[in-house]
């Protein structure tokens, strides 16, 4: 896996991860292979997608929005209807409902089958749900009614 | 291959800089290191940053250099020359060290006349810390702090920063607004600027309207239009003040 | 005033949405701020949620006027805060100091960053002196230092009705960890846990016709003789140490008997915690002690743990280099225990730091 993103050396003293744009990323859909962007947060939504060269134009590019019910933002119905209407393009929704450390099979699916539910209201579906694998144990395939992703987490020590 | 000609003043091992793809500041930094060079005046610059991305140009150049804090470039500047005259000090930050938190010190050192040259790159948000409202931000602008939009009646109108500072001016200042879609004009306006500090006749002040697509969120062609279709059309390009003649004007109405 | 969470439920959430929304459950009218990392998006989700609940907000042009500003609105009683980091911080002193001089109930939330100046934009300890002393006056201030996004929501909500019941002004002291993590907590409306909101009153802008029905308020923070200054002090004073003992907070463990007593506070206590089951696993009598207000400090507390225990040390952990340890000396005078001190200035401090200092002191 590679990863293009500054390094915590490189963005100096700087006023938030992330404010920086790396010229990389900017061509990012020129490399071969997968490819998996991370946006973040922010009032513009998707429109962060025309910092990146080609997206437009792109066949095989999917925006997902990613919700996960415990987040105050997107904790009820209308809450998530507001947040996806305001993202912009959504090609795709993945249900991300946990609680961290505190997450249960309950919680998981009380809030993936809220997503779904809503979703389908705008004529979308949820892809699958994602899991961390550390709840294999507690959350199986099938479970939810909503296709299981289990992640494996590679910088489990970052702290956000 | 022709390769790009870097001015001599800007120091090499800080580049390739950190400025992002399609910000404005590498090109208000070239316009700068390029008369740096030309008036043979590297050795007695002092080059002074602010907070937010003008502090990534705190080892842009091959010359002695300091950061501050957020908005105090100006009075840091004013204490330097007021130490040694001799020394050009080139104060740099953007609109919300120089409206904002910096307005007062701007403004003061307006009034006495300071020798000084500061250059406020205006990308009409604040870049750095993730794209809050700025004084400077368009009425209806979509920002981290203002995301139904800037209401003026609530926030004001964007602040005209040249035109206030140049009514507290007295004679020997120079005030301009440039604009990074124009590199001659702001190359001859920045020479101004430094020229009136070098023959000693006073205040200095170069706003530059400039780009900022990261947070603005627009490809190339959007962030030309928003420059030169939105923001030019608000800020007017020209020179307000100048002690070298009538001044230029772009769009500034007479 | 709505009910903001409906009903109680648990989130998961950053430290600075986790503030935006504490202040909206408690009833926070308006929000004053300017832009500082690492706290940024306690405005960001303030200016979302505000119009939606009826709140209101203004960035003002630096931290000097987010300051002032919220002054002004707590003397028209309103309830308002502003939150700030490191140089804003430092800048805020000003108007915390006239709002200790003039008993306003001003309630702001620091989120630590590396100081001084600059520093970094990502986490420290190094804002105790200056959020408990800051200013030219005596420090009669509250300060919660929080470890928790739970505290976070808590101590936001509490500091509301601390600084309107008692008027001085209240500090909820995070940091730019704390500020940017997810972690999980519980949201609740006030009243739904038995909580009742202080209602907010004006100082000046009181109703009535001056003259026929009261006399105008006049508010100062300025004294022509040196003796009504020191009336003005004193009183302060005697009014904040006759409140101590019922503000002061903190939480201790396994100091009924141990060798070293680990002293930390904010998110180093969460390290100091698991510091020292580890260490008592391992036979080594480790206790901790972690006060939650800086101030007024726990100093009864810390000497009777000290008595307790029979400890013959005290180890002081931060992410600074002596505030906390400052702040002990100064609380504790006159306790002849000697004073190992693990310094990590800017630096995060893990459970794995505390037990390898205890060991290598012991």
């Known amino acids: ?56 134009e792109s066949p095989e590019l999917k925006v997902l929005a990613v919700v996960n019910y415990t987040r105050p933002m997107t904790n009820s119905p209308a809450r998530i209807i507001d947040f996806l209407t305001g993202l912009g393009r959504v090609d795709g929704i993945i249900a991300n409902t946990h609680l961290g450390d505190e997450t249960t099979l309950e919680i998981v699916c009380q809030g993936n089958r809220m997503i779904r539910d809503t979703v389908r209201q705008l004529g979308m579906d949820v892809m699958y749900a994602a899991v961390d694998q550390k709840f294999s144990n507690i959350i199986k395939p099938g479970d939810c009614e909503i296709p299981l992703k289990l992640i494996e987490r590679y910088m489990p020590n970052a702290i956000w | 291959m022709v390769a790009p000609v870097t001015p001599k003043s800007w120091y090499l091992p800080s580049k390739p800089h950190k400025f992002c793809p399609g910000c404005g500041h590498g090109i208000v930094l070239k316009a700068l290191g390029e008369n740096i060079d030309e008036l043979g005046i590297q050795n007695k610059i002092i080059f002074g940053c602010d907070i937010g991305c003008s502090l990534l140009s705190w080892n842009f150049f091959a010359c002695d250099s300091t950061q501050t804090h957020h908005g105090r470039t100006t009075p840091v500047m004013v204490g330097i020359k007021r130490s040694r005259p001799e020394l050009i000090t080139v104060g740099y930050m953007g609109d919300g060290g120089g409206y904002s938190i910096g307005s007062q010190h701007l403004l003061n050192s307006a009034v006495r006349n300071e020798k000084v040259t500061l250059i406020l790159v205006n990308n009409v948000n604040y870049g750095m810390t993730g794209g809050q409202m700025a004084p400077t931000t368009l009425p209806g602008q979509k920002t981290e702090t203002t995301p139904y939009g800037r209401d003026p009646e609530l926030t004001g109108y964007p602040t005209k920063g040249p035109e206030f500072i140049s009514t507290l001016t007295s004679d020997g200042a120079y005030v301009a607004r440039a604009t990074v879609s124009k590199y001659m004009q702001l190359k001859r306006f920045i020479r101004n600027a430094l020229r009136n500090q070098l023959e000693g006749n006073g205040f200095s002040f170069v706003e530059v309207l400039s780009t900022c697509p990261t947070n603005w969120r627009t490809n190339a062609q959007q962030t030309w239009h928003f420059l030169e279709d939105e923001m030019e059309k608000f800020f007017p390009v020209g020179e307000i003040k100048s002690p070298f003649g009538k001044g230029e004007k772009t769009n500034v109405a007479d | ?170 500090f909820v002291l995070g940091d730019g960890y704390q500020a940017k993590m997810r972690e999980p907590m519980e949201m609740y409306d006030p009243e739904d846990k038995g909580i009742e909101m202080v209602a907010p009153y004006p100082l000046i802008g009181l109703g009535g016709e001056i003259g026929a029905e009261r006399e105008p308020a006049h508010l100062c923070n300025i004294y022509s003789l040196e003796e009504e200054l020191y009336e003005v002090v004193l009183k302060h004073a005697a009014e904040f140490e006759a409140l101590s003992p019922s503000i002061v907070e903190w939480t201790e463990g396994e100091c009924d008997d141990a060798d070293i007593i680990v002293v930390s506070h904010g998110v180093v206590s969460r390290a100091a915690d698991d510091a020292v089951k580890a260490l008592r696993a391992q036979g080594i009598k480790a206790s901790y002690f972690r006060p939650i207000t800086l101030r007024p400090f726990p100093q009864q507390a810390l000497r009777n743990a000290i008595a307790r225990s029979g400890a013959k040390k005290l180890l002081v952990a931060e992410s600074a280099y002596g505030q906390l340890e400052r702040l002990i000396k100064q609380e504790i005078y006159g306790e002849t225990i000697k004073i190992e001190t693990l310094f990590n200035p800017g630096v995060g401090i893990i459970d794995y730091d505390i037990i390898s200092k205890v060991k290598s002191v012991l």
């Open chain 3, 1 to 170: 005033m709505d009910k903001v969470i409906g009903e109680t439920k648990k989130a998961f959430l950053t430290g600075n949405e986790t503030v935006a929304w504490a202040a909206l459950a408690a009833g926070a009218e308006i929000m004053f701020g300017y832009p500082i990392t690492p706290q940024n998006e306690v405005m960001h989700y303030w200016t979302r949620m505000a119009p939606k609940y009826n709140r209101n907000f203004l960035q003002t042009e630096d931290e000097l006027s987010a300051g002032f500003t919220t002054c002004g609105a707590v003397q028209a009683g309103r309830k308002a805060f502003t939150a700030t980091a490191g140089p804003g911080n430092v800048l805020m002193q000003e108007p915390f100091g006239m709002a200790e001089a003039m008993r306003l109930p001003l309630v702001a939330v620091i989120q630590q960053r590396g100081g001084p100046s600059s520093g970094t934009v990502v986490y420290s300890q190094q804002e105790v002196t200056l959020t408990t002393f800051g200013g030219n006056g005596e420090g009669m201030r509250i300060v919660y230092s929080t470890a928790t996004h739970q505290e976070i929501y808590d101590y936001t909500i509490k500091a509301f009705n601390v600084a309107w019941k008692h008027r001085f002004p209240t």
């Open chain 1, 1 to 56: 896996m590679k990863v293009i993103g500054f390094s915590r050396q490189d963005s100096f003293g700087l006023g938030e991860t992330g404010a920086m744009l790396n010229p990389q990323a900017r061509w990012i859909l020129r490399h071969e292979g997968d490819i998996i962007m991370d946006v973040g947060y922010g009032v513009h939504g998707a429109r962060t997608l025309n910092l990146v060269e080609g997206a437009d």
